[in-house]
T-cell receptor, first 111, second 111 residues
Framework: GDSVTQMEGPVTLSEEAFLTINCTYT??????LFWYVQYPGEGLQLLLK?????DKGSNKGFEATYRKETTSFHLEKGSVQVSDSAVYFC??????????FGTGTKLQVIP | GAGVSQSPRYKVAKRGQDVALRCDPI?????LFWYQQALGQGPEFLTY????????KSGLPSDRFFAERPEGSVSTLKIQRTQQEDSAVYLC?????????FGPGTRLTVL
């Protein structure tokens, strides 16, 4: 079945550091790929998405590129802020859009 | 407009009690999903509705779990004879297509 593997956290970075959170997937067909974010005390929010190979999703300075050849969708941001501290989930959806999530990566940004 | 709402936000149950969790999707959203999120894990799919039809219930962990959406809008997830392993956050999401919008979740604690 479908699965998502993402790097374990927690990840601790200083403000303005470069962020990479690795994500790889296994799926049949051509799924859509997502990054969701869960801020402390809040619900899941869609951060960005890509629906086909080589698409780049971007939002709030974050970006990720759908790489079919490496089955990856790594999340990057050039300069993180304290307000980016949250849990980040890589996910995929196929068919009727049932979403399969990774286990989440907690990011802590320190001033 | 209003997002997805869920009630109650927190529920404490004694082992063996029945519980009912409610989800109010975004008005007009045809698709509705339930997910279970254990502590420190990503959400896992439970069941999917398209209007009032339950098209996939493959993620329900046992026959103690039952979901309904009788009029194609509000949905209820019922858990009978709760067990400690049922303790988790239960998330509801609604969708019209490519993006799912998540509610804040109900945190269920079974003592």
């Amino acid at each position: 079945g479908d699965s998502v593997t993402q790097m374990e956290g927690p990840v601790t970075l200083s403000e303005e550091a470069f962020l990479t959170i690795n994500c790889t997937y296994t799926a049949t067909g051509y799924p859509s790929l997502f990054w969701y974010v869960q801020y402390p005390g809040e619900g899941l929010q869609l951060l960005l998405k890509a629906t086909k190979a080589d698409d780049k999703g971007s939002n709030k300075g974050f970006e990720a590129t759908y790489r079919k050849e490496t089955t990856s969708f790594h999340l990057e941001k050039g300069s993180v802020q304290v307000s980016d501290s949250a849990v980040y989930f890589c996910a995929l959806a196929g068919g009727y859009q049932k979403v399969t999530f990774g286990t989440g990566t907690k990011l802590q940004v320190i001033p | 407009g209003a997002g997805v709402s869920q009630s109650p936000r927190y529920k404490v149950a004694k082992r063996g009690q029945d519980v009912a969790l409610r989800c109010d999707p975004i008005s007009g959203h045809v698709s509705l999903f339930w997910y279970q999120q254990a502590l420190g894990q990503g959400p896992e799919f439970l069941t999917y509705f398209q209007n009032e039809a339950q098209l996939d219930k493959s993620g329900l962990p046992s026959d103690r779990f039952f979901a309904e959406r009788p009029e194609g809008s509000v949905s209820t997830l019922k858990i009978q004879r709760t067990q400690q392993e049922d303790s988790a956050v239960y998330l509801c999401a609604s969708s019209t297509g490519d993006e799912q919008f998540f509610g804040p979740g109900t945190r269920l604690t079974v003592l």
